[in-house]
């Protein structure tokens, strides 16, 4: 079989579905995607592109691979855990054996404002498989400030939700919600758990978008915000609103998580084995609440002006204005993950 017969051949399925056809799959093999976070959404979206044909994959993660990711992040092995490998090496490992035809680029990285940019130049498409909101606010203050497409995508507990954002066509992230929730007071996926179904769930619509977007067929697009709760059985589709003109990001074009003084900011402490992590939004931490939610984690204690939480080699101390301070690792980008994965923001 010649070369172009074996690329018919490998993708005659999805050739022979109406909305992809022989063109659309052309497309796809000539797309470059931007995959940020290779948890379980990320490493579900980067296994179906791989698989769908998409030419080029760029998966950036900061994580190592643990035993606990193992019930949900179904690319990963036991012996990808053993070896704590970084997920975006253990990922683009196992992308090449379902796919070595398609390009695969590994970055481990914690993506921040300093890179960001550059991720996601000559992108076709951003596909959010991240585990927090300061990332996901920069990630739409990059995508609306170079017109890239890209897919927002969140799950914890039995509940998910998805929204595609196209720049100036559509409702942009801070359009829907204009501000994070504060630091510390949402759950995480490290608090409250989650469940595999529901990843499933989220990256199957993410994808399609995908799909859409990469082929041109932006009128199947579903324009909404999806939110699924797989365990309560429920399904709600919000329509989107056009761009709101006053949205600082799309708006008024000011991209402020860009800027290197409105980001969250880390710093090493000099030989302590420790790192600080400011929010950049200070907000004032409810102790109780987070220690509540934090107490499945790890063993917690708190007081007026403080909360100790250790898990596992690391001792997280949080102050009211959620500033904390990370123990047992002299690497930011440990730290960033510890704090995104216990306090959230
Ligand atoms: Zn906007």
Redesign the pocket.
């Known amino acids: 079989m010649n070369a172009e017969a074996s690329v018919k051949d490998r993708y005659s399925r999805q050739i022979l579905f109406n909305g992809i056809g022989e063109e659309g799959q052309r497309k796809l093999l000539a797309a470059r995607v931007l995959i940020v976070g290779c948890g379980a959404l990320g490493a579900a979206h980067a296994e179906a592109l791989a698989r769908a044909g998409v030419g080029r994959l760029r998966v950036v993660d900061r994580d190592f691979v643990e035993p606990s990711n193992l019930q949900r992040q179904t690319l990963f092995s036991e012996s990808d855990a053993e070896k704590r490998l970084p997920k975006a090496v253990a990922a683009a490992n196992h992308l090449r054996e379902i796919n070595s035809e398609i390009q695969i680029e590994p970055h481990v990285a914690d993506v921040n404002h300093s890179n960001i940019e550059q991720l996601i130049d000559d992108c076709d498409l951003v596909l959010d498989g991240t585990d927090n909101f300061a990332t996901r606010y920069l990630l739409n203050d990059a995508c609306v400030k170079h017109e890239t497409n890209w897919i927002y995508g969140a799950a914890v507990g039995s509940y998910g939700v998805t929204m595609t954002i196209r720049p100036h066509e559509t409702?942009?992230l801070?359009?829907v919600f204009e501000e994070a929730p504060p630091a510390a007071s949402a759950p995480t996926c490290d608090t409250a758990g989650v469940i595999m179904p529901i990843i499933n769930i989220v990256s199957a619509v993410q994808v399609a978008e995908a799909f859409k977007l990469l082929t041109g067929e932006t009128d199947e697009l579903h324009r909404s915000l999806l939110q699924f709760d797989v365990w309560r059985n429920e399904w709600r589709r919000i329509k989107l609103a056009a761009?709101?003109p006053d949205?600082p990001?799309?708006?008024l074009r000011r991209f402020e998580t860009l800027s290197p003084s409105a980001a969250e900011t880390a710093a090493v402490l000099c030989g302590r084995d420790a790192i600080q992590i400011s929010p950049a939004q200070p907000t004032v931490v409810n102790f109780p609440a987070l220690a509540e939610r934090l107490r499945p984690a790890g063993d917690v204690k708190f007081n007026k002006y403080l909360l100790r939480f250790k898990t596992g080699p690391f001792e997280l101390t949080v102050f009211q204005d959620a500033r904390s301070i990370v123990r047992g690792t002299d690497q930011i980008a440990t730290a960033r993950s510890l704090y995104a994965k216990y306090i959230g923001n």
């Open positions: 409702a942009c801070r359009c761009p709101q949205c990001t799309c708006g």
